[in-house]
């Protein structure tokens, strides 16, 4: 990633996790934050690498994300007496990147942060860019710094130990930033299935990073550029809020918000693809309370909201609608 002196490298590869040292810097204190759902041999293997180490446990859940818990983190690396030259590495999915990433920069106003992530969402998206938050007064991400990592380790070995339902959530993302911005890549996950796609995961990891990184380095700070990669977010996240918490993963609301904002052409290509992944097409939940969420999730954008259309897959715009304007189109497609 470049961009400055906040540049840092992504390395995509097997069996990395014990040689996370041949990537980041560990000759000091590291403080490894992972949750008690992943595997703990992952965050043992990285942990061994620093010099001085403690493996701190979240549990596993978008409830993490929230002030108790990184009230609890702070105090964590307080303890452990970090100092501005050590560092924190999250090794976890979206919620551990981003609770942890977010630790780091307050952390003595901010410290060291390295991701190692083990979901394919975070492999794909979450864990290259900088954005972390959590979420506070019922509002998703609200609270958040952008901070870039100082590397990421991507170990597809971990993979293997991930259910089928992850995968797939973790692909929508792919899915999503194929769709907006890279038809090639949207043809290949089109035309492949999920099992073949595993087999090659390092390139269709990269070939999504690639697009995040072009966008990131173009727009860190979410101007302009960037809002495309909230692509099928906006309904997505009034949808995951309205279903409850882990009902519907977050690759598969963002899968259901994407379909309203498409060209009935692009649609097609698209439903076909959700499909051949085990991805849902349908929503039977109710939409217009996912939509005043979504509302209730954006109040703080007095000017409307942005949302990402794609006409031609591979291709997309960005347009500001009025909430009205917002409910017509999710409305409109969902039926109710
Ligand atoms: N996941 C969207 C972004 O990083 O901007």
Request: aromatic share 6%.
């Amino acid at each position: 990633m470049e961009l400055g002196e906040r540049s840092y490298k992504i390395t995509i590869g097997c069996g990395l996790l014990r040689r996370a040292s041949d990537f980041f810097r560990l000759e000091r204190a590291a403080l490894v934050v992972t949750d008690d759902n992943i595997p703990q041999i992952y965050a043992e293997s990285v942990a061994s690498c620093a010099k001085r180490r403690e493996i701190y446990k979240i549990p596993e859940g978008e409830g993490s994300k929230s002030i108790d818990t990184l009230s609890a983190l702070l105090g964590k690396m307080a303890e452990m007496k970090l100092t501005r030259s050590d560092c924190v590495i999250a090794v976890g999915g979206g919620v551990v990147g981003d609770l942890t990433g977010l630790a780091a920069s307050l952390y003595m106003r901010g410290i060291d942060f390295y991701n190692v992530p083990t979901s394919l969402l975070a492999m794909v998206d979450s864990s290259i860019g900088g954005k972390t938050a959590i979420n506070h007064a019922g509002i998703k991400n609200i609270v958040g710094a952008f901070y870039q990592p100082r590397g990421v380790l991507i170990d597809t070995d971990v993979l293997a130990t991930l259910p089928e339902r992850h995968i797939a959530a973790g692909l929508c993302e792919a899915i999503k930033m194929a769709a907006t911005s890279d038809e090639e890549l949207f043809r290949y996950i089109e035309g492949a299935d999920t099992a073949q796609i595993l087999s090659s995961t390092e390139d269709m990891i990269a070939r999504a990073l690639n697009i995040k990184k072009r966008v990131v380095e173009q727009d860190e700070r979410e101007s302009g550029l960037r809002k495309i990669l909230n692509f099928g977010h906006t309904l997505g996240h009034g949808i995951e809020a309205s279903s409850g918490e882990g009902v519907l993963y977050h690759g598969e609301c963002v899968a259901l918000g994407m379909l309203p904002m498409c060209s009935p052409k692009a649609r097609e290509r698209l439903i076909s693809t959700l499909k051949r992944h085990r991805l849902p097409t349908e929503y039977h939940g109710d939409i217009a309370a996912a939509i005043a969420l979504t509302m209730h999730d954006k109040k703080a954008n007095a000017g409307g909201i942005d949302i990402i259309t794609v006409d031609c897959i591979g291709k997309c715009d960005i347009r500001t609608v009025s909430a009205d304007e917002f409910a017509g189109i999710c409305l409109g497609y969902y039926g109710k």
